[in-house]
């Protein structure tokens, strides 16, 4: 069996291997509160349990060859020994290197007691042969001369070797979606590798190249499947969020359940005003080795800037929340920095796969998406909180397709004069004709809009639709006094929107008076400089304003003296309030009273019914918007609403 040449290169490269990992890889190997099982499911535990029977198997084969150079009845025992010592070994690398292909692709995880006890029990029966080869000679056996012979069993032994190298080509393949590209081609040419080194000392057995090859395959895996420099963060020294995503990679493609606990620090900017970047890292250090002790070095990954993730496979909803738990209850405690002591805060979420997520793209977008603090203190935060943000990142990614392929649309909601019983105005509202948002309101993805800046272009379009639509000749005809826009306070904040707009609005000769924009208050009230001078200058090119929305918010009645407006716009919340409280409808009623005597009109939004129309002309509102005449419509239907309406007026 034994080859002077192979055996000690097999041996120098595989204690090189094993000092590499015990000195960069220490950590991953202290996991002393893992059970067994979890110690085999642990790739790392079982690399250097594949390098340390490779070493074995190495030693005692150089020794066997030395022995059998000096081989005396004095040395039978320990040729003996040692040949059943690297028998042993031998016979443990092919499951061992089996189990490490599982690990790696994630096959190991969630499998039940059993299917790892009939998967163990060749390679135990095969032990069993080896240990009472003493008596029975199966595999090998040494004659009167001294000479080691090969028993009859052998062929089983690499036979079994090779079923087990099977085993994991067949896990290799069918988890093969689960792997990373750069690993699966590792693991590829490393299982050819090991299998023609098995193939080749089966077939001849002079040629002792078996454990050599086997010595490089460890050395390739330790290059390419173990040192993962690229995996760490090297603040915290945790697995980082390309391991995470690996890690969670494997889980979802082989629709394995697991939770995942994130933890975001929240309050860490407030400190870093205060302390020093030395002492911020040592403060998350601190934190990390905690999230460490209570997790597991292998399962704590640092994947965004003051986020960590604990990644627990298996149906563990209750232990995610117990770690939960245990978190809050740490973070409702002090933490010491050199100098003070600090409470830092945290939000708390746990997310459950599949049932929360069920694919590798939303769990990318959850990990990807920022996240906003709702709430002083530390604090457990919902799924579904924790999703408005991802939410809000696809209305943003549809927003901004909608803008690209031109899919924004306006519409038109009439208002209608109490005192000249017609149409005499109308609201431009945005629609977008796009499948993703659909079914979302305006007041939800104005805002997100407002956020990211595409409400600059939104602004823009409807701008420049409304100048279209004051140019056509059919409106032209019926002679409406105005159209009104929304202006978001966020278009303000842009030095050149005035400017934008005077080149639009000259460019479709559109005069002036026609046009009247709604700000909120907001926007009115705003200190912010640039909005300030905006609205200025818009008022010195004689642009008007309508106050939207008056009565919710801060209402600031103030407000309403020291800026002019030409409409006040109640809030439809307040009419619809009105009709079942008495106070709210006292409270209406003076607001009328009192917009009406600074001579604005009262633009009543919401009337939907006849008592509501009733109810805002008696009280003095002058002006109405609402479902009762007309939904917003897109303008052909608005144009003909029009028309229809002015043949009514002409007829009577
Ligand atoms: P808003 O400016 O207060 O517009 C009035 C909203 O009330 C419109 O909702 C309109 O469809 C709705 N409405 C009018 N009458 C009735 C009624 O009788 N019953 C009910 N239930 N609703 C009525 P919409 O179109 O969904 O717009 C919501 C908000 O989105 C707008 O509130 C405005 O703040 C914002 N928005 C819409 N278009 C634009 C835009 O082009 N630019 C900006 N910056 N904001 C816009
Ligand atoms: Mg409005
Ligand atoms: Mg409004």
Known sequence: MISINF???????????????????????SLSSESVTNKLLNQHIVFLMLLISVIFSAVSSVVGTFLQQIASEKTVFLQYLFHAIYYFFHDALSILFSLYIMNVNGASVGRSR???????????????????NGFTGFLFYIDNEFVYHRGPLIPALYILGLIYLISAFVFFFRYKKATPMVESNAIATLMLLSAAGVIVQGLWSDLVVELFA???????????LEERSGYTDPVTGTLNRVALIDASRRLIETNQRCSIVLVKLTNMDLFSKLFNGREMDSLLMQVSSWLTWISSEERLYYYRSESFAILMPGDVVKEANAVAEKILKRFSKDWKSDEAYLRLEVDVSVVGIPNDISTMDDLMELLAS???????????????????????????QALRDAVDSCKLRVWYQPIWSVEEQRTVAAEALLRIDS????NISPEVYIPIAEQCGIIREIGLFVFEEVCRLLKNKRVKAIGLSYI?????????????????????RNRYGIPVELLNLEVTETASTSETPAVEQSIKELRRLGYTFSLDDFGTGYSNLKQLISN??????????????????????????GLIRVIRSLDYNVVQEGVETPAQLERTSKSGGNLIQGYYFSRPQPEDGFIDYLETEAAKTVAV
């Open 435 to 438: 499948d993703a948002l659909r």
């Open 564 to 589: 002019s407006y030409k409409n006040v716009k109640i809030d439809k919340s307040i009419l619809w309030e009105a009709e079942h409280s008495e106070a709210t409808s006292c409270l209406l009623d």
């Open 114 to 132: 059993r299917f790892y006890v009939l998967f163990a029990l060749p390679f135990i029966i095969s032990e069993i042969f080896v240990l009472t």
């Open 370 to 396: 920022g996240y906003k603090k709702k709430a002083a203190g530390s604090r457990l935060v919902s799924f579904d909180e924790m999703s408005e943000n991802r939410n809000n990142r696809r209305i943003e």
């Open 214 to 224: 086997e010595s490089l395959c460890l050395l390739g895996m330790l290059m390419m």
């Open 7 to 29: 055996a000690p290169a097999a041996l120098v490269l595989t204690v090189f291997c094993l000092l590499y990992s015990m000195t960069a890889k220490r950590k991953q190997y």
């Open 484 to 504: 009104e826009l929304n202006i978001s306070v966020y278009q303000f904040m842009y030095d050149d929107v005035v400017k934008r707009f005077e080149e639009i």
